[in-house]
């Protein structure tokens, strides 16, 4: 049987209703204790024991002193964690990320901080110009803050090791930034250096 409203119905006998009656405190303990400690288990009744989220059509609406925490279909069509700000405010999905073959990705934090990481050679020995990568499943930085650089490989036999400095250029816009490659003890760029880059932004 499902569960029954607004019982026991007007001028009916209990002993009529119990059968309905005892049906829904079935269904009541039977949604109760899904995902949940069950009842009389003691300190642990009620607790949570996992969630399950139903993905949602769009996104629910918050009021002014609320954040809401659900599921929906991210950029890439399957289910992902959301947080959406209060009144109604921006919504960040932070369990989405994107890996491009080995060496490229990006992912967002819960506070819509973006990471984008990469590889990238620089071309002649001034500074170096690095485009993000661009699609439609790749967020653009509205601000870029920092890109930190580890070299990727040297010259063999070279015992003045290259270095690299990022050169987060303001007047560039989020979407890239310059980096320049250079010996660590000596004037002069050894050819081939190559980096691995993190991008921090927003």
């Known amino acids: 049987m499902a569960y029954t409203n607004n019982i026991p119905f007007a001028a009916q006998r ?11 405190f079935l269904d009541i303990q039977n949604a109760f204790s899904l995902n949940h400690v069950d009842f ?41 964690m959301f947080i959406r700000r209060q009144g109604s405010g921006l919504e960040i999905s932070f369990t989405e990320k994107e890996t491009n ?31 993000f990568p661009i699609s439609g499943t790749i967020p653009v930085f509205n601000n870029l803050y920092n890109v930190q650089l580890t070299i990727a490989n040297t010259q063999p036999g070279n015992a003045d090791n290259d270095f690299a ?12 930034f310059q980096f320049v490659t250079t010996k660590r003890t000596t004037v002069g760029h050894v050819a081939g250096a ?3 880059y993190l991008a921090i932004g927003d």
């Open 14 to 24: 209990f002993k009529d209703s119990q059968p309905l009656i005892q049906n829904n």
């Open 40 to 80: 009389n288990l003691g300190v642990e009744t009620g607790k949570h024991k996992f969630l399950q989220m139903p993905a949602q059509g769009a996104a629910p609406a918050t009021n002014a002193t609320e954040m809401g925490l659900y599921t929906k279909n991210g950029i890439f069509g399957t289910p992902e």
């Open 101 to 131: 073959g080995v060496n490229n990705g990006w992912t967002r934090l819960p506070s819509g901080i973006i990471l984008k990481w990469g590889f990238a050679a620089p071309v002649g020995t001034g500074p170096s110009t690095i485009v």
């Open 165 to 176: 400095v990022s050169l987060v250029n303001t007047t560039l816009a989020p979407t890239q």
């Open 194 to 196: 190559q980096v691995y």
